[in-house]
């Protein structure tokens, strides 16, 4: 077990290097794209790019600011950025993040229950009408594109009925739990909700899937010969086995979404999360912050990763030796 | 057709018969497939309805134009009448055929014309798209799962690295990167501008969902006693491939052609969206509600009827691949995404 996790250790460690390698690349070797140009803006003259290009040592060979990067980001941690000379990187990402901590929790536990839920539901009613409505509901959850669900939402709860129905909606952002917990969960509603129908319908149709198919196996048959009921073996052994599936999926959504995956729900609602900060800083060239932030990202989807792959190896040991 | 009786009586119907039967009785199929052929053949009239219905031009602004109603001529952005009563409005849905039907957006361009334009390029994205995560997918994992060892260990990292690079974070920095600049290398060049970019973009993202379980299944396959029978009887790499392990993971590509399309659709709309997908003066569905986005609260029509012809065409999708794939391969599970 232990050599298991050293090894998926190092396996996590070796994607995260290649991921910052690949960031680089994108923005400083991509064919036909010049990185000064980027930085200095449209039309900028000949000596404003020599000077930009002096200023962020794009005259350097690449492995050289590479590593210089790398060093200023992880083990003197005083990264600046490109954009708003002099400041650093690290405390505009970790400003960011409670506020997307804050959404993504909020919302997953809506779509676990959610998920969870009407998942076990529709497969234990797989006769009666509820299964098919239940489908319906996951396949349009899977199928709505969350920036424009969102719009829907503001255009609903913003719009004309803000004025009666929804006055208690305050205004788009974000507030601190630590400023005004009310408001801050009044402000994290429909954001919630929003974000969480897309992965309810996924969690849906997945754990559906998984009980129906695990009502065909052997030990399921075992427990029906020896009398158990079907609501018995639903509840007690087919929705608990399809929970290892449910565990998994989990953590590699929940790591996506801490690490940025919630932008569009961010940009949406002017909640200013990672997954903003990451837009705002993609769009203005800001290498730094993007590097700071695509790290964090994928550093927590790695992490995820890893933590997935131990607990299925420690569930089931034939993993382990494959 | 030939009156001969079969020599040898068939038992049992093939596999693909079996299959195919089986989504012809399915209720889903025909409802899905009766919904995109509609949006794929109004979305093909759309230069039709330009030219002969709506007779504008969707993309070229006309703010002083004009259009006529019950006989009288009304301008097509009026002085607003609403709020502060400051700025221009465009003209609400008209209802009626030819004379912004359903209105105009902030540069008066006509919003129906441009719909039916936009899902030509949304349609369009989603399918090649999606077609060319299939294709690479499918090669990527064959070969991996196929030659095992030091071919497999380095396409396999390959795709950890891209796996574990958030799909959005990844393509949001290619386009940002490419589409200010386009792509240059060697013979090959793109204007910043070209529908290609992001259709590279987007098919190169999603290549790990479709490689890691078909490598699954081709490490599988090759210990199964056929694939081991024409190893033995001396068959060549390339025959092995392409007579005994490309049709046994043909179902699974199948089942996964409409969720991807459906996947690369959403990503599509969402990158234009954010005005990194789509440049105009093309137009998607995903640019459309961006631009609707300042009509939001008075004219929310123009935000609302791209997002719903997204759900609907997604929606379909997805009920077609759930048929595609209770006839092809109950077991068959994929993870979605956006």
């Not at chain 1, 507030?175 to 969690?203: K, M």
């Not at chain 1, 290892?244 to 909640?271: C, K, M, N, Q, R």
């Not at chain 2, 009785?25 to 009239?45: E, K, N, P």
Request: charge should be neutral; charged fraction near 15%; aromatic fraction near 10%.
């Amino acid at each position: 077990m232990i050599t298991f996790i050293a090894k998926r250790f190092s396996a996590a460690i070796f994607v995260l290097t290649s991921i910052s390698i690949l960031v680089f690349l994108i923005f400083f070797a991509t064919p036909g794209v010049d990185p000064a140009a980027r930085i200095a803006g449209r039309n900028a003259s000949q000596e404003t790019l020599a000077q930009v290009r002096a200023t962020f040592d794009l005259d350097k060979p690449l492995p050289e600011r590479y590593l210089s990067m790398m060093d200023h980001l992880f083990i003197q941690r005083d990264l600046t950025s490109y954009v708003n000379r002099g400041e650093e990187v690290w405390p505009q990402l970790i400003q960011a993040v409670p506020a997307t901590l804050s959404l993504v929790i909020g919302a997953s536990i809506i779509w676990l229950l959610l998920g969870i839920g009407l998942g076990v539901t529709a497969a234990g009613m797989r006769k009666s009408w509820i299964d098919p409505a239940i489908g319906v509901v996951g396949i349009i959850g899977v199928s709505l594109p969350v920036y424009w669900l969102g719009e829907v939402v503001n255009l609903i709860t913003q719009g004309r009925l803000h004025d009666t129905a929804f006055r208690w909606v305050p205004p788009l952002g974000y507030v601190p739990l630590t400023e005004n917990p009310g408001q801050w969960f009044l402000s994290l509603l429909f954001p919630w909700l929003t974000l969480s129908l897309l992965y309810a319908g996924i969690y849906i149709r997945v754990i559906r899937g998984e009980i129906v198919g695990l009502m065909q196996e052997d030990f399921v048959k075992t427990e029906r010969a020896k009398g158990a009921s079907e609501k018995r073996i639903l509840l007690k052994h087919s929705s608990r086995m399809s929970l290892i599936t449910v565990v998994s999926l989990f953590g590699l959504d929940f790591g996506a979404l801490v690490g940025g995956s919630a932008l569009l729900t961010e940009v949406v609602f002017g909640i200013q999360g990672v997954g903003r900060l990451t837009f705002t800083a993609l769009q203005n060239f800001d290498l730094p912050l993007i590097m700071a932030t695509v790290m964090y990202a994928a550093f927590f989807i790695v992490i995820a990763n890893a933590v997935v792959d131990i607990l299925y190896a420690w569930l089931d040991p034939r993993v382990r030796r494959g | 057709m030939t009156d001969r009786e079969p020599a040898v009586q068939v038992l049992s119907e093939s596999p693909g018969r079996i299959a195919r039967e089986t989504l012809a009785h399915d209720r889903r199929t025909w409802i899905a497939s009766a919904l995109l052929l509609f949006i794929v053949v109004l979305t093909l009239a759309a230069p039709l309805y330009a030219t002969y219905v709506s007779k504008t031009d969707p993309f070229v602004s006309s703010i002083n134009g004009t259009t006529v109603i019950d006989g009288q001529e009304v301008s097509v952005l009026q002085q607003s009448t609403e709020g502060l009563r400051i700025g221009v409005n465009p003209i609400g849905p008209t209802w009626r055929i030819g004379s912004y039907a359903l209105g105009a957006d902030n540069q008066g361009r006509d919003v129906a014309a441009r719909l039916l334009y936009g899902g030509t390029n949304t349609l369009l994205i989603g399918f090649t798209a999606g077609f060319l995560t299939i294709t690479i997918g499918t090669l990527l994992g064959i070969i991996a799962g196929y030659s095992g060892k030091f071919v497999d260990s380095f396409i396999s990292r390959i795709l950890d690295v891209i796996w574990a690079f958030p799909v959005y974070l990844l393509s949001i920095s290619l386009s940002v990167v490419l589409l200010t600049s386009g792509f240059k290398w060697g013979p090959i060049s793109l204007e910043s501008g070209s529908l290609y970019l992001p259709i590279f973009i987007i098919g190169l993202v999603y290549v790990p969902y479709v490689a890691r379980p078909i490598r699954g299944q081709v490490i599988a396959l090759r210990e199964r006693e056929f694939v081991k029978a024409a190893i033995g009887s001396g068959a060549k790499n390339s025959q092995i491939i392409f007579r005994e392990i490309l049709p046994n993971v043909i179902p699974s590509v199948i089942v996964f052609i409409p969720m991807m399309v459906a996947l690369a659709m959403l990503t599509e709309s969402a990158l234009s969206f954010l005005s990194i997908g789509v440049q105009p003066p093309d137009a998607s569905w995903g640019t459309i509600i961006k631009d609707g986005l300042g009509l939001l609260y008075t004219r929310p029509l123009v935000a609302l009827l791209p997002g719903l012809l997204i759900v609907i065409t997604a929606v379909s999708l997805n009920l077609l691949g759930d048929a595609v794939r209770d006839a092809l391969d109950p077991k068959a599970r994929m993870r979605g995404a956006v």
